[in-house]
């Protein structure tokens, strides 16, 4: 083979490898990041205190730092003011404060809410519960988990407070994720953009004003969506625009360094510091006290969580504690100046002043006239149209990740919830459900049964979320529910429940009808695996159609993307299960979800690819993730989020796969049927459209062919070529 020969051949298998290597390297991450870190939290060495005097109260303690796996970090203070201000100061993350405390400073506050434990009404027999909710919803729960144990075994009766509440608009505390987040998207995503489409604006004197401008309209975007139009962020404008632009600035200088360094795949180093590293180290989502001991050490380094915690304590605290974070976004922002600074320098040293010999600056990639590449074919736009038209990619996905993640899930309140009451009589249990329905109102869809065995059934096949067993005289009341369906609709119906019997003054007895294992704490791996099958699906698609639309033919398509497919369901499957011990079991029927999954997203991304390009991803990225991840009963119970996310359940591909891995995971593959039924009738449909469009093309290009003198000519064999060939 001639080395002319050799030469396409290896560009080709060059370009081929980067369509499938950089998807992987990504699904890779993502998963193994996310899944490693969240899919057994547990909690160590989180800070909490009790209040109290005495021998009870160094018992407590004593309990509290003696317990297994070292889950508290216990302290004795004698005052609840002081608690409170730990609590503020997120200095603790709770406090059980005991009764009979003889604190003079306490008693002199009895009347007001102060959590004097000698102002209960019950005799010294109720413990207070003091925590701060706006520091994390889920650190509150794992709180309440530790300390009412321990009140449990003075045999006294919790009574929870908060220093802190969410507002009703944000109560579970996305309204700041997704700002960060949002803001983090933001910066990386524009300088990645302008990297490859105008490499010019890299340049250290145009980046600078530029990406500041930017980052003053995103900020703007980003609060605008997350406050006046959505309602999840309220007050604190100022504050929350500079903290916004501050983050969008350093992330877009840090991932512009990132470029100088890494080139085209710049953005692999940059969204794994940005969020696969930053959304679990950001102490946002779950508490940090649960996550791996690395992850506690980037929450006070990364961009991500210096954003949240500036934003948090703004927003909820009065702005205590949002310097050091400010401080941190600052470092970043300096740091990254400076080192791009000094790599341009070292780079235009080297060529000493002067292009290299392709003509193209050492420092920036671009030729000396500052255009990049090879001179343009035509002229091109308008500065100012090319500003817009770079910065319409990240600004559309910023919008609709923002708007639509976060109007889907700020406010998880129960609407509908469909649970059921169990009576010995059709009566009793019709006359006890109105009774609730009255006092819950539309949260809840009550049913009246007289079997327990019948609420059981139907909480098996996921018909109800739980149910209220009545108990007979003497006994406990039975508070059904299924870990395996959802933890968030789980613990509002034990919470639901547990109220109305304290009320009645019943005891209860929860049973839980599927148990979340261990590996499975949270029971999000389900999400998880469902969003790295469909980044695995997307991702390559969008890649090909960019450098490897050859390949985008069916008849090329459907072996590659079959491939593709099992490759990517058995490297999912091997991280999060062997790799990382999050799944045990039913290996088959996940790598055959897996694989139908990432084939199904393919093919779809494929059809929008034929006429978008690249820029496919959009319309996909919003199907598949932006309108999927609420809809899928993966992170928010379905039942808890707006009823537009509800009517998408049944349709979307991403809450079809969540719920076919539940159902292998934890039902036995019960209710499976009709979700294969909805991914297959996406596949379906998008094969038979990439069939189409693949003959209407085929077609086309015979017309032109035969309309133009010039292709037929070329097409005409040689004069006496014949007769050559059959000498």
């Known amino acids: 083979m001639s080395e002319a020969g050799a030469t396409p051949r290896a560009a080709k298998a060059a370009r081929y490898g980067f369509v499938f290597a950089f998807p992987f390297v990504m699904v890779m991450l993502l998963v193994g990041i996310y899944v490693s870190a969240m899919h057994a939290p547990q909690p160590h060495d989180l800070p909490v205190a009790v209040v109290g005097s005495g021998a009870q109260a160094e018992r407590s303690v004593a309990a509290l730092d003696a317990a297994d796996g070292s889950p508290a970090d216990a302290r004795l203070l004698r005052s609840v003011d002081e608690a409170k201000r730990q609590l503020h100061d997120r200095e603790i993350a709770g406090a059980l404060v005991l009764p009979n405390n003889s604190d003079s400073s306490d008693s002199s506050d009895s ?69 960060s987040v949002g803001a983090m998207l933001a910066g990386y995503m524009a300088v990645t953009v302008a990297s490859s489409g105008m490499p010019r604006l ?84 779950l508490s940090i006290h649960t996550m791996p001991g690395f992850f506690g050490f980037l929450h006070h380094v990364l961009p991500l969580p210096a954003v949240g915690e500036a934003l948090r304590a703004i927003v909820y605290f009065d702005g205590d504690g949002a310097g050091v974070h400010l401080l941190t976004l600052g470092i970043w922002a300096l740091a990254a100046l400076l080192l791009t600074a000094g790599v ?46 770079l910065g319409a990619f990240p600004f559309l996905m910023v919008v609709l990740m923002v708007g639509l993640m976060l109007s889907g899930m700020h406010k998880p309140l129960p609407r509908d919830l469909p649970v059921a009451v169990v009576a010995d009589s059709a009566q009793a249990a019709e006359q006890t459900a109105q009774g609730l329905e009255k006092s819950l109102g539309s949260s809840f869809d009550i049913r009246p049964l007289t079997s327990a065995d019948e609420a059981k059934r139907q909480i098996r096949d996921r018909g109800i979320a739980g149910a209220y067993v009545l108990p007979a005289p003497g006994e406990k009341a039975q508070i059904l529910s299924a870990g395996g369906a959802g933890m968030s609709q789980q613990q509002v119906v034990q919470r639901t429940f547990g109220q109305i019997a304290a009320q009645q003054g019943v005891r209860t007895e929860n049973i839980d009808l599927a148990p979340l294992p261990a590996h499975d704490g949270m029971g999000t791996v389900t999400l998880y695996l469902a969003i790295g099958f ?93 309108l999927g991840v609420p809809a899928s009963n993966g992170g928010v119970a379905l039942h808890m989020v707006p009823g537009f996310f509800q009517a998408l359940h ?78």
């Open 202 to 285: 890299l340049r250290l004197k145009k980046l600078v004003p530029v990406l500041a401008g930017w980052s003053a309209l995103m900020s703007v975007v980003i609060w605008t969506l997350a406050g006046p139009v959505i309602g999840a962020v309220s007050g604190h404008a100022p504050e929350v625009l500079g903290t916004a632009f501050l983050g969008i600035f350093a992330v877009g200088l840090t991932q512009a360094f990132l470029t100088r360094l890494f080139g085209p795949i710049a953005v692999i180093p940059g969204i794994t510091l940005f969020m696969f590293l930053g959304v679990p180290a950001s102490n946002l989502a």
């Open 344 to 389: 341009d320098l070292l780079k235009r040293r080297k060529a000493e002043g002067r292009t290299d010999g392709t003509g193209t600056d050492a420092a920036t990639g671009e030729d000396a006239a500052g255009t990049p590449g090879a001179p343009a074919a035509r002229k091109a736009p308008h500065p100012a149209v090319q500003y817009v038209m």
């Open 111 to 179: 009347s007001d809410n102060s959590g004097n434990p000698d102002s209960d009404g019950n005799g010294g027999t109720t413990a207070q519960l003091w925590t701060a909710q706006a520091a994390g919803a889920s650190q509150t729960m794992t709180v309440s988990q530790l300390l009412t144990p321990v009140a449990a075994a003075s045999h006294l009766t919790v009574e929870a407070h908060d220093v802190a509440p969410l507002p009703q608009d944000d109560q579970s505390g996305m309204g700041v994720l997704y700002l």
């Open 534 to 626: 469909t980044m695995s699906g997307f991702i390559v698609v969008t890649i090909m159609s960019a450098a490897a639309r050859e390949l985008l033919r069916v008849r090329r398509l459907l072996p590659v993307l079959a491939g593709w497919a099992v490759l990517m369901a058995t490297a999912v499957w091997l991280l999060a299960g062997p790799v990382i011990g999050a799944l045990h079991g039913h290996a088959w029927q996940i790598l055959g979800l897996g694989a139908l999954m990432v084939f199904t997203v393919s093919l779809v991304t494929a059809v929008f690819a034929r006429f978008l390009g690249p820029l496919a991803v959009i319309p996909v990225v919003t199907l598949m993730m932006f």
């Open 650 to 727: 049944g349709v979307l591909p991403l809450p079809a796969v969540v719920e076919s891995i539940r159902s292998v995971l934890y039902f036995g593959a019960d209710g499976i049927g009709g979700h294969l039924g909805t991914l297959a009738l996406w596949g379906g449909a998008a094969l038979v459209l990439n069939v189409a469009l693949d003959l209407f093309q085929h077609r086309r290009d015979r017309d032109k062919d035969l309309t133009d003198p010039a292709a037929l000519v070329a097409a005409e064999p040689a004069p006496g070529a014949n007769a050559e060939a059959l000498r």
